[in-house]
T-cell receptor, first 110, second 117 residues
């Protein structure tokens, strides 16, 4: 079983839509999680860190469900510029190394 | 946030030559840095963990004699791909760990696109 699993999508939504991504993790002892955004042929950029039950930043909300071992990312009022690949990561490895999911590709259409 | 730079951004080399990639944390000190490789349409694969002043820790299947890592200062780690072959062509990305003592975040450099001909 993979340590971090994401629904590969892709997701194709109209502007203004609300979209949610889920990511499951296998290590019940994991304490820290992250959502990164990666544009085509670019490096991942940290979007949100999740250490407790959740985190909110503008249109973005990340939630952690420890009982079911998943984290989610909710994007409200989608913009064209939100089109990218979204990677979740478990940051509980040795030396805080990250275990990434495969990424979810989001396309926001006009 | 935090700023991490990588140099060069793109390199084309001939098979059999060695290539050195530099990763620098510009506005913070990083005891730990990481090196990843990403092939097209695939996720990031961790190659090794680079610790300042000590030997790097390599992930399973990554040849330490082929991918030499040096982390001589708190702001610089280098990855040298020795005797490069076409199958080493990939997007190499470093990250630097910022934070502590209990909360850490990884910030990525812009990546180096290596093409071996």
């Amino acid at each position: 079983r993979k340590e971090v699993e994401q629904d590969p999508g892709p997701f194709n939504v109209p502007e203004g839509a609300t979209v949610a991504f889920n990511c499951t993790y296998s290590n019940s002892a994991s304490q820290s999680f992250f959502w990164y955004r990666q544009d085509c042929r670019k490096e991942p950029k940290l979007l949100m860190s999740v250490y407790s039950s959740g985190n909110e930043d503008g249109r973005f909300t990340a939630q952690l469900n420890r009982a079911s071992q998943y984290i989610s990312l909710l994007i409200r009022d989608s913009k064209l510029s939100d089109s990218a690949t979204y990677l979740c990561a478990d940051g509980t490895g040795a030396n805080s190394k990250l275990t990434f999911g495969k990424g979810i590709t989001l396309s926001v259409r006009p | 946030g935090a700023v991490v730079s990588q140099h060069p951004s793109r390199v084309i080399c001939k098979s059999g030559t060695s290539v050195k990639i530099e990763c620098r944390s510009l506005d913070f000190q990083a005891t730990t840095m990481f090196w990843y490789r990403q092939f097209p349409k695939q996720s990031l694969m961790l190659m090794a963990t680079s610790n300042e002043g000590s030997k790097a820790t390599y992930e399973q299947g990554v040849e330490k004699d082929k991918f030499l890592i040096n982390h001589a200062s708190l702001t610089l780690s280098t990855l040298t791909v020795t005797s490069a072959h076409p199958e080493d062509s990939s997007f190499y990305i470093c990250s630097a760990l910022k934070g502590g003592p209990s909360i850490y975040e990884q910030y990525f450099g812009p990546g180096t696109r290596l093409t071996v001909t």
